[in-house]
């Protein structure tokens, strides 16, 4: 880290923590006592701030002082698709869609060849679940009701009951998977 960039880096991170939390000067100042006008300085990229002022402005914003003297953090991030993990169940390939977990959530793709079935997995009491077909046909059987999903087609239904998926068509069929979990008692 060269000491050129630090004004200016540590000027861009408490703006964007700034903004992020809502927050105005006034009130960031006054959380880490230390005058507006400091404050302003700080985010104007021209101060030289002691290690007393830099610790009171991380403590009023939360972070640690090598979050304010960080480099941005991408605002995104890209995940190849031979990184998300990929589970088989049956002649069926799952494949994660969200590399981060989300609590009481599950969203997969789902790729079932033709005429191949799987039977899933049923949830804890009172989950939902959204299966959607992106291409060829899927049929979804839950409680002894059959639906058939054409591309673009979507069911909803109870996620907690005896349930499988098949693929009565002569080729591949992709859908997505979105479970949300309710929670267990």
């Known amino acids: 880290m060269s000491e050129e960039d630090l004004p200016g880096r540590l000027a861009r991170n408490l703006r964007t923590l700034r903004e992020t939390r809502g927050a105005t000067q006034v009130q960031l100042a006054k959380l880490a006592g230390v005058p507006r006008a400091t404050w302003a300085h700080l985010e104007s990229g021209a101060?030289?701030?002691?290690?007393?002022?830099?610790?009171?402005?991380?403590?009023?914003?939360?972070?640690?002082?090598?979050?304010?003297?960080?480099?941005?953090?991408?605002?995104?991030?890209?995940?190849?698709?031979?990184?998300?993990?990929?589970?088989?169940?049956?002649?069926?390939?799952?494949?994660?869609?969200?590399?981060?977990?989300?609590?009481?959530?599950?969203?997969?793709?789902?790729?079932?060849?033709?005429?191949a079935r799987i039977t899933g997995v049923p949830h804890t009491p009172g989950t939902r679940e959204y299966l959607a077909c992106e291409s060829g046909t899927l049929a979804l059987v839950a409680s002894g009701e059959r639906f058939v999903l054409e591309a673009g087609d979507v069911v909803v239904f109870r996620g907690d009951q005896k349930h499988s998926y098949e693929n009565p068509g002569a080729r591949t069929a992709v859908g997505y998977s979105v479970v949300l979990l309710a929670p267990s008692l």
């Open 47 to 115: 101060a030289n701030p002691t290690l007393s002022v830099l610790h009171r402005v991380a403590g009023a914003l939360l972070v640690s002082l090598e979050e304010l003297l960080a480099r941005p953090k991408a605002s995104a991030r890209h995940y190849r698709r031979d990184s998300l993990p990929v589970r088989q169940r049956g002649a069926a390939f799952l494949r994660k869609l969200l590399p981060d977990p989300l609590p009481g959530m599950e969203f997969d793709r789902l790729e079932l060849p033709a005429r």
